[in-house]
């Protein structure tokens, strides 16, 4: 029977390969620096914490929500509390490489990242979404570890969690940046995926999919994808300007707008077609839009 092990601490990761956990709420290491311990054997580990990894190392192959992932040189990963993370076959060669910073939500509290943590939507991408990085960005990520490293090694002060903190913030920062040049750089594939979405959307309207599923989802165009919702809502918005979910309800009083003006349909009729489960919700989403209800709009003609 499958099992899964709980990581409720920094220390039960650093414990699992033997290297020193230099806080209790945060650590950051060097993994080529562990050896790993098989004397137990799980399937899957949960994490309590979060948890960002450079190049997680070869010869071990982990599956994190769909598919598997090799982890490659330059790459990175990020987990977040209550995440699972799948462990597949482990080479009886393998030595732990790459880098690896932990650091527990409590370390957050009373900071400024502790609010401003959720907009980094990364977070909850698939492992098929990470970030690559270039050789350049990836000195910028070990200096950002070794100034977190020296700080935690050179004896713990008031100013101690700020400095950490505050290198952590800006090391996401960094993350962020490097996401944006990912997405520009992948632009003929990501215009793909929303020509895609938008022939997808037109048929789930057009087939009848939304008065029997209810209204479009972004989750469903982004299963579609095979993609993470969050994923692929930050691709809606770098390439379209408007989220996934703007861009959904942009659609759907295009075509409301239509329909309202054909005298054999009822508004509520209308708003059952599109998926909306209470007409009264659809009135008032269109008016919020276009400024006027649907049956004011419908006076207009």
Do not use: W
């Not at 409720?8 to 311990?37: A, R």
């Not at 993370?85 to 990242?113: E, R």
């Not at 800006?170 to 997405?183: A, G, I």
């Not at 997808?200 to 209810?214: C, D, F, H, T, V």
């Amino acid at each position: 029977m499958a099992s899964t092990k709980d990581l409720v601490k920094v220390d039960d990761y650093c414990s699992k390969f033997n290297l020193s956990t230099l806080h209790p709420l945060v650590s950051v290491h060097d993994l080529s620096e562990g050896t790993i311990d098989r004397r137990e054997h799980v399937d899957a580990v949960r994490y309590h914490f979060y948890g960002i990894f450079l190049k997680q190392g070869e010869g071990c192959i982990l599956r994190y929500g769909r598919q598997n992932y090799d982890y490659q040189d330059g790459t990175l990963v990020f987990l977040a509390p209550g995440q699972v993370v799948h462990v597949g076959h482990i080479d009886a060669n393998f030595k732990p490489s790459g880098h690896a910073l932990l650091f527990h939500p409590d370390l957050l509290h009373g900071t400024h990242l502790a609010k401003a943590i959720s907009d980094y939507s990364f977070f909850s991408y698939l492992s098929h979404e990470a970030l690559h990085i270039s050789k350049k960005e990836r000195q910028l990520v070990l200096d950002l570890f070794d100034t977190i490293r020296t700080e935690l090694s050179q004896g713990i002060d008031k100013h101690s969690k700020e400095v950490v903190v505050a290198t952590i913030e800006l090391f996401l920062k960094y993350c962020m940046r490097f996401y944006n040049r990912q997405f520009i750089t992948r632009e003929k594939e990501n215009l793909g995926v929303i020509q895609r979405f938008e022939i997808s959307l037109n048929s789930y309207i057009q087939s009848g999919k939304a008065r029997e599923l209810g209204t479009p989802s972004v989750s469903y165009f982004a299963e579609e994808e095979n993609l993470s919702s969050n994923y692929f809502g930050d691709l809606v918005k770098k390439e379209t300007g408007n989220s996934a979910q703007e861009y959904i309800q942009a659609k759907l009083i295009d075509i409301a707008k239509e329909r309202v003006f054909d005298p054999a349909k009822s508004i509520s009729e209308i708003a059952y077609e599109l998926g909306f489960k209470y007409p009264q919700h659809f009135s008032r989403l269109f008016k919020q839009k276009v400024g006027y209800s649907p049956n004011e709009f419908r006076s207009l003609n």
